[in-house]
């Protein structure tokens, strides 16, 4: 991680800290207090902690499953590589060799409440398509339902403190707002939920977890491995590190891995003294799969509607939610024109896709003071699309969200260098390939016709995505949801953990997080991981 990404990731932890210490949303601990049970490993030299279930990493999925096992006969050890706040040269250890296509942000942040102390607080559902298997899409398919899943919704919602789990247009259309309209055979209307402000889980779910008799909180507590039985279907023992040099160890009847679909890869991938390649690695698919959601602006929309499109497409409140919506193809059109799932948001902001966005971009920057960094391209982009400029009061733009199709060889591995734990850093190749490119391409076009056959306008792509064999342009984001890596699958060799989330062939070892998605459709994947942490909780409850 360089200088900047550092200074970005402090800033946004120190915004985080300050806005959960002045408006708390949540009553949280309320109850009858129990001694803090918190502890640092450094320090405290060579120390054993023995418990029931010992979750490692507390964002989103640790921090839901050590609530959901609050208060009942099972002890649980809620493990941190960092502490309360952030603290540089432990964010350090979350940094990564880049391969492939680049994500140049700050996504994991390494300190109580993980990623979630920068989270923009978008929530929505899978959809009931992105669990089955589809034919064109190789490597598709969940081994369990959606209904297996959404029955955790409504709860997962009320974690992320989001209101009533409503998605459909009917639900949510108003007299202002009608957006059963929208939904057509050939288009759907989408919505995404915001937690507002988003909440930060180490802030807002940390008394309770302190205030719970059976949780204890070990922070500055580094796992360096994972150590099994001669036969790799047992672990043990989970082996801990401090940056102070202090060790210790824990052993556990039940171990969870919740630290990211990166940090998990790695995690497996070092645990490597009875397994060379890594425990549940047998099958090399440990790292494999690795996904993100490719979000960019993918076309224009040039309608008469603008001030109607803009005040249907923003972020309101709907009954106790605040929404935005979103088009997409249906599932029958996306069927028909074998594209993976994908969204779109209309803005009437312009991108500096267009060329009126362009020079746009080239006036903010120099009214900052700024000399622009790709100036030549963005005046090349003005001068090659002329009537973007002269149409750009009536234009929004297409941001596209998409899913990303399972690749095998978008991959986490090892890396030569090393931290300051000694231990071989994650290097990271993303790759996309030619379906992801051709799903932006298609679920733009799906959606201009579909708004042109309403009369709301006509649709034009992005330049890059009518030029044969283009780059991917340098606007591409991944959106920081990192999935895949440790996919879920009926068997060993399709996969990493079962559909309990217990890694094949490792009778204690399970896996929380979004890397277990074997597909990811277009949502935010935080709504989902809560929801499969609520699954998970209730699987360790009910016991071995």
Excluded at 283 to 309: I, K, S, W
Aim: glycine share 8%; hydrophobic share 40%; charged share 20%.
């Amino acid at each position: 991680m360089n200088r900047r990404e550092l200074i970005t990731a402090w800033v946004a932890a120190l915004f985080a800290t300050r806005s959960n210490n002045t408006a708390a949303k949540s009553d949280v601990g309320s109850g009858t207090f129990h001694r803090p049970k918190i502890e640092r490993l450094s320090g405290k030299g060579n120390k054993v902690y023995e418990t029931d279930v010992c979750i490692i990493g507390a964002g989103a999925a640790g921090i839901t499953l050590a609530r959901a096992l609050a208060n009942t006969d099972v002890q649980c050890l809620l493990l941190e590589s960092g502490d309360f706040e952030l603290d540089v040269d432990t964010q350090r250890l979350a940094d990564a060799e880049q391969a492939g296509l680049q994500s140049n942000r700050v996504c994991r942040l390494r300190y109580f409440g993980g990623t979630t102390n920068h989270w923009g607080g978008w929530c929505a559902p899978l959809n009931e398509q992105d669990f089955a298997e589809r034919a064109w899409v190789p490597y598709s398919g969940w081994p369990i339902s959606f209904s297996e899943v959404e029955k955790y919704y409504p709860a997962a919602q009320a974690v992320c403190e989001l209101g009533a789990y409503q998605y459909t247009p009917q639900a949510l259309s108003t007299n202002e707002r009608d957006f059963a309209r929208l939904s057509t055979e050939r288009l759907a209307a989408r919505f995404y939920h915001f937690s507002d402000p988003p909440t930060r889980f180490g802030a807002t779910y940390r008394d309770e977890l302190k205030a719970a008799s059976n949780i204890t909180l070990l922070l500055q507590a580094n796992v360096i491995s994972l150590e099994a039985d001669a036969d790799a279907d047992h672990v043990h023992a989970a082996k801990l590190r401090a940056l102070d040099g202090s060790i210790g160890e824990v052993r556990a009847r039940r171990f969870v891995l919740a630290c990211g679909a990166v940090e998990n890869a790695r995690l497996l991938l070092l645990s490597n003294g009875v397994e060379p390649g890594g425990l549940g690695n047998r099958n090399g698919l440990v790292g494999r799969y690795f996904m993100q959601h490719p979000h960019l602006a993918a076309a224009t929309l040039q309608t008469g509607e603008v001030d109607a499109l803009e005040f249907l497409f923003a972020k309101h409140t709907a009954g106790d939610a605040t929404v935005r919506a979103s088009l997409s193809p249906s599932a029958a059109e996306q069927a028909e024109r074998r594209m993976l799932n994908c969204a779109a948001t209309l803005d009437r902001t312009p991108d500096p896709v267009t060329g009126y966005g362009a020079l746009r971009y080239i006036w903010r920057d120099l009214r900052k003071g700024q000399w622009p960094e790709d100036l030549a391209a963005r005046i090349g982009r003005a001068l090659g699309d002329p009537s973007s400029i002269a149409d750009s009061d009536q234009l929004m733009t297409l941001y596209m969200r998409s899913e990303q199709a399972p690749h095998p060889d978008s991959r986490v591995t090892l890396s030569d260098a090393v931290d300051a734990l000694g231990l071989r850093r994650a290097r990271i190749d993303w790759r996309l390939n030619d379906t992801d490119k051709r799903t932006i391409a298609e679920g733009a076009e799906a959606i201009g016709d579909a708004l042109s056959d309403m009369g709301l306008g006509r649709v034009r792509l992005a330049p890059w995505l009518l030029e044969a064999n283009a780059d991917w342009p340098t606007e591409l984001w991944g959106g920081c949801h990192h999935m895949g890596t440790t996919r879920m699958s009926h068997t060993a060799e399709s996969g990493v953990v079962d559909k309990q989330c217990r890694v094949h062939g490792v009778d204690n070892l399970y896996v929380a997080g979004s890397s277990v998605f074997p597909t990811g459709g277009y949502a935010n994947p935080t709504l989902t991981i809560v929801a499969l942490a609520l699954r998970l909780a209730e699987h360790l409850r009910a016991g071995p």
